[in-house]
């Protein structure tokens, strides 16, 4: 690996002045490489020692530009945002990430130290994705603690990578409950990093997060989520036949900064007013559960998913999505609207004995408000209330180890209400045509 990049990396004197304004290089060997920039071989010497201290270091990323058509103009998407009102197709750069990864290892081989930092960089902007530190125990080897920002230990679909998705983007529910997926905060797990060890296939993570998520700049109360997860690794269950599974549950919740309260009580909102509401923490409890099968047959490859997650969810009137400041109506605090949801989504994946070629379908659904359903659902509710399903279906070609093609096709409906908006199903159906380029 060393001799490759260096091969490569005598070529481009480009590359190495990137690393001395990143701080890779020591002093005194960056002083060497500059004063002999035109000695070949003390500049060979000193791109060696360079990356034989550096040698756990990895660059990598992806772009997704992508094609997308609407059903209608101006229609709403959970599928990379709603398209603007005279617009039903457009051009869009999905993802442009970056990501470095640094590790540090002992003698064993075994990691000591992990650090990451990836950024996201398209038409509307550059974002912090993840910057986080790692510390590994090594008496054991079965503890490591993580923080700074980086993925909320919660379910599987949250946790999967948007290279790795088979469709376009994670859930409606996952967008929701948790969007951009991350959050800043500190993590204990335990994984042992010894093959040997009676326990490897197992994983458990407990972490205190803020909350809001990336959505916001801060945290904007004192009350944190508590988030654990608990998961199996591949156990073969069967000669073709193996199975994952995991568990999760977050114990959270948000100030309360209004004496006005909304909970669901026999198929309508019931309001609570009183001042002793100010200050007191509103729920947000989830728990989840999810399980992976792997089959392989004579067709080629079969991968199976479900996953569940419901609990309470508190937001406003208009959204349950998580709030990420205080919510305010009118220049004040808005009332706070507390709602039982569920949902689930699942994958059917199939790959064939050409692993290059893969079809997949998935169908997923998220009810908002467990306590309320289709023609009930009147003025006294809002679009926030209201339950979708989708089903998606289409087809990856990974054309080398840097090019895959997906296309995808989802179609969306929700349920028909007395609401109005909602008195019918919505125009929403979406078409994908998206290249990644991944190195």
Known sequence: MVKRILTCSVYSP??????????????????????????TTQYNRGLLSLYEKFNRLRISGYVQPQFQVAQAKGAPSFNGGDFPDAVNNRFSLRRGRLRLDYTHVNVEGLPTVFFVYQFDGTERGFFTRDFFGQVFENKWSVLNLTAG???????????????????PERGRMSQ?????????????????????????FLKVDVGVFNGPGLSGTTDFDSYKDLISRISVKRLSVAPSVQLSAGASLLYGGMQQFTREIYRMKEGRFEADIADENNGQI???HYFGGDVQFYIK????TTEVRAEYIG?????????????????????TSAP?????FDGAYFYFLHSLKNPKHQFGVKYDWYDPNRGVAGTDLDAGFSGADVAFRTLGFGYNSY???NLRLLLWYEVVRNEKTTLEGYRSDIKDNVATCRLQFRF
């Open 14 to 39: 480009v590359f190495t002045i990137c690393c001395f304004l990143m701080g890779f290089v020591p002093d005194s060997r960056a002083q060497l490489i500059m004063d002999d920039m035109t000695d």
């Open 149 to 167: 920002i980086f993925p909320r230990p919660f379910g599987f679909e949250v946790n999967l990578g948007s290279a790795d998705r088979e469709s």
């Open 176 to 200: 929701l409950l948790m969007r951009t997926e991350r959050d800043v905060g500190a993590m204990v797990s335990f994984h042992p990093q010894r093959k040997a060890h009676p326990l490897s």
């Open 282 to 284: 509103a729920p947000r």
């Open 297 to 300: 047959n004579p067709l080629g």
């Open 311 to 331: 609990g309470t969810q508190t937001s406003t009137r208009t959204t349950s999505e998580t709030p990420f400041a205080i919510p305010t109506l009118n220049g």
């Open 336 to 340: 706070v609207y507390i709602r039982p």
């Open 399 to 401: 054309i080398s180890a």
